[in-house]
């Protein structure tokens, strides 16, 4: 049995005349920007998150750095974040000229450690990006009160977690967050795509002239921009898959019940954890693994497809070796990226399939 990590092709069969169907009117109308399928898809979008206002984007890592810079974020500010993300959540931090600031994460959600983020506010620190990594929530409403206090922004890395509920409201729990549609997403396009989701007014118009050339308006240019737009014919698939976002996310959780329930008598895992006030949609199911290299090794050999998010954090990456940081500075970031494993997980996913990647795991264990 060959089973990959993700499996696009089955998504793509089940649902391929509708998406043929908004392809071909995309075909017909022939307007590939700023087409009505972006309209409708942002407000799609933003009433998906229970927002006002949605941006789509090119990106998930622009969604982060065009949001920066509409909060005026730049040289000589600090932003503080977790290191045990993708190395785009510090990236546009570093990208807007301001520098990243890590604070060590929680041994059980994964997620930012809220307690431990205080002690890195400094003078010039003007923003807080938590990670809601691997579908979960941090933990937000101690994050909202320390940002309260020291007047700071909070953005919040949601391109994990697409309809994520933290104490039963979708995220973003604050004012804004950033999505990706990256493929593999939990609503991904058949491309690179992102969006900002926001209740500001202020920030919804900036990301429309910063994604457009800094225009509204064609050949007027009120400001410098980009090039930064979600096309027509990714919003139009993406409105297709927004449709049935919800049954994708009770599958994963389904998914992710098994997962437990099949592996929950082996010793030497640890399986992942969903907080009190998380609905967790499993973008990610990962647990951690005693010989996670020999465990992750052994399911190729048997045709299963695993991944490692993220084997190296972000503060012991080469790109940030100038800042100084090293081994020890983050240890529970650090164990993690030792031990960690994601297993295959997407809608589609079997029983069957399940439950043979849970026997080999058993099999790998009682050798």
């Known amino acids: 049995m060959i089973i990959n990590f993700v499996d696009l092709k089955r ?3 089940m649902y391929k005349k509708e998406f043929i169907e908004v392809i071909e009117q995309v075909f017909d109308n022939a307007v590939f920007i700023d087409g009505e399928p972006l309209e409708q898809f942002e407000r799609n979008f933003a009433a998906f998150c229970n927002k006002k ?8 890592t622009d969604a982060l750095f065009l949001t920066l810079l509409s909060h005026g974020i730049g040289r000589g500010d600090e932003v503080i974040t977790a290191p045990n993300s993708y190395i785009a959540t510090a990236m546009t931090v570093s990208n807007v000229g301001a520098e990243p600031v890590f604070v060590d994460v929680d041994s059980k959600s994964y997620n930012i450690d809220p ?9 010039r620190t003007k923003a807080i990006i938590p990670v809601h990594l691997y579908g979960q929530p ?3 409403d101690p994050i909202i009160a320390i940002a309260k206090k020291y007047n700071l922004i909070i953005i919040e890395d949601c391109c994990q977690a697409h309809g994520a509920k933290y104490k039963g409201k979708k995220v ?5 967050g950033a999505f990706s549609f990256y493929p593999g997403k939990n609503v991904g396009a058949f491309g690179d795509g992102g969006a900002v989701v926001t209740n500001n007014w202020e920030i919804k118009e900036k990301l429309e002239y910063l994604r457009n050339d800094g225009s509204i308006k064609k050949y007027v240019h009120a400001m410098f921009g980009y090039k930064s737009r979600l096309d027509t014919l990714q919003a139009a698939i993406l409105n297709v898959k927004l449709k049935h976002l919800d049954d994708f996310t ?6 992710a019940n098994i997962y437990n329930k099949l592996l929950s008598s082996i010793p030497q895992i640890t399986l992942p954890k969903e907080m009190e006030y998380a609905y967790h949609v499993y973008h990610i ?3 951690q693994a005693q010989r996670r290299d020999d465990l992750g090794k052994f399911l190729k050999e048997k045709g299963v497809k695993t991944v490692i998010h993220y084997p190296t954090p972000i503060h012991l990456q080469k790109a940030y070796k100038s ?3 090293k081994k020890g500075d983050f240890p529970i970031s650090e164990q993690l990226a030792k031990s960690i494993l994601s297993l295959p997980m997407f809608p589609e996913l079997t029983y069957e399939e399940i439950n043979y990647i849970c026997s080999l795991i058993r099999e790998f264990y009682d050798q």
């Open 11 to 13: 998504q793509n069969k």
């Open 53 to 60: 206002y949605a941006v789509g984007l090119n990106s998930g």
């Open 115 to 123: 307690t431990k983020i205080e002690a890195a506010i400094t003078k």
């Open 138 to 140: 941090a933990d937000m």
């Open 172 to 176: 973003p729990a604050g004012k804004t």
């Open 250 to 255: 009770q599958k994963r959780r389904q998914h």
């Open 285 to 287: 199911y990962m647990i």
């Open 323 to 325: 800042m100084g940081y």
